[in-house]
């Protein structure tokens, strides 16, 4: 019975310090360890769905989803829970129907490869994307932006290219050099209206 206890103890122990220890808006800055930073101005809500449009004969289709209370752990045992908008793409060229990019099929959080940064005044979200191992880990952002006079659209817009090759540099095999001519990348480069599906 005494070691039962003592188990049950460390449990409660254990568990208690992998807990959440306050509910905080995500916009907070300040906030203790182990808090969850919850949407709780429902900013998300809105973004989630999916969406479709057209530029240079290319159709897109993004497909956003919200997840609730992400574990997020840092160094010195820091750690957070985060309410996370993520997004998937799938890129066709309509001259020959080619697919040109699609993940539509991912199911992991860790597979879809956009990711919601912030939200400013209540429409502006900043996204990333960060690429795989075999495209050198290539980052690329962009905002999607809330349309105030037709809430079935957003526009894509501002995209900028980040770092590549953070963690696979050409000593460790990336084949390219070149982020702008070399990496395949393909997210839109020009503006584009997306519709709500």
């Known amino acids: 019975m005494k070691y039962i206890l003592i188990i049950c103890c460390l449990l409660v122990t ?3 310090s992998c807990q959440v220890t306050q509910t905080v808006p995500l916009q907070e800055i300040d906030y ?5 930073r919850k949407d709780m101005l429902n900013q998300f809500s809105f973004f989630v769905g999916s969406w479709k449009g ?10 956003l989803s919200f997840f609730p209370q992400v574990l997020k752990t840092y160094e ?5 829970y985060k309410d996370q908008l993520m997004g998937k793409f799938k890129a066709v060229n ?12 991912a199911i992991d ?8 940064l912030n939200i400013s005044e209540s429409k502006v979200f900043n996204f990333r994307f960060l690429d795989t191992e075999s495209n050198c880990f290539n980052r690329v952002n962009f905002k999607l932006i809330k349309n105030d006079t037709n809430p079935n659209q957003i526009t894509y817009k501002g995209i900028e290219l980040g770092e590549f090759g ?5 000593a460790y095999g990336c ?5 702008q001519s070399d990496i395949p990348m393909f997210l839109p480069t020009e503006e584009l209206i997306l519709t709500r599906q």
């Open 54 to 63: 057209t530029v240079n004969q290319i159709e897109y289709t993004f497909e």
């Open 76 to 80: 010195n045992d820091m750690y957070e």
């Open 94 to 105: 309509l001259t020959n129907n080619q697919v040109l990019y699609d993940n539509l099929n």
């Open 166 to 170: 953070l963690f696979y540099d050409g």
């Open 14 to 16: 254990i568990n208690s």
């Open 175 to 179: 084949p390219y050099y070149e982020q």
């Open 109 to 116: 959080i860790e597979d879809y490869k956009l990711l919601a």
């Open 32 to 36: 203790p360890n182990g808090a969850y």
